[in-house]
């Protein structure tokens, strides 16, 4: 076989973490002004396409890539795509490189299977927005700045957390929560969000996650585990509230005890 190209092989890189559903590396691939194109995007960015094209991964098989041809910074792919449902179709992909990173994507192809439609801009600019606010209150999550991550919380919301109470189902009880988890650290948390997905349809928006908390406890000793994490959001009159948040960690049925080494 001829020596493969840099270019060549970051193309493959992206089908193949793509096929994966590995987030992290697929996001690694991609230059931070990265646009997307295709007969239904128009050069939308790296958060709109990871709202609008990425969850489409699981219906895929797999790609076959034809023929990739290279010139510089620039990429040529022909592909032939399998679909869970039986059926296959074929794109023609243009990439574009800077510094060793894709920097643009235009997809060519013609009718596409069924159940590949035209999704609303609404719906990418909202899961985008939502992105943001989890993003926002993460980073005051890490600061222990308590009014900051509780600042998108609704009033109403209810949260089942991954220690007693069962759940908390007021704002004040998620409030208390918060302030007491935080003054159990002795310095600053350590909070590492993994696989972070986002959709939103209309006035209503979805996110999981797997999520890491670190950190050492002024009482001594320290933690770090992986839990499960799902929240909701409801769009109100002020923005983007989160409106139920769920935490959990598996169970392990032979030894009756929590899974709190599990990890990715």
Known sequence: ????????????AVFETYRADDIDGFMALLHPDFRFT??????????AFMERCWPGSHQLTGHDLQQVVT????????????????ERFRNVERFVFRNGLVFSIEVFFG???AGHGRWHS????????????IEDRYRAIRAKDPDGTMAPVSDTAVVFDVIDPLRHANIESVRRRMHDW???FDGPVSV???????????DTAFAHSLNRYSGDFKAGGSTD??????SCYRLKEHGWQLVHEHLSVPFDLETGTWSLDSQP
Do not use: K
């Open 111 to 113: 009718d596409p299977p």
């Open 192 to 202: 590492e969000l993994r696989d972070l997905a986002v959709s939103a349809d209309g």
């Open 71 to 86: 010139d510089g910074e620039t990429a040529l792919v022909l592909c032939e795509i399998g679909m869970a449902s039986g």
């Open 1 to 12: 076989m001829a020596d493969v190209s840099a270019a060549e092989r970051t193309v493959r």
């Open 122 to 133: 609404d719906d990418i600019r909202a899961a985008a927005a939502v992105r943001r606010l």
């Open 38 to 47: 295709s007969p239904y995007d128009d050069a939308i960015d790296r958060d």
């Open 225 to 230: 585990m992986w839990v499960r994490h799902t």
């Open 182 to 184: 935080f003054g159990r």
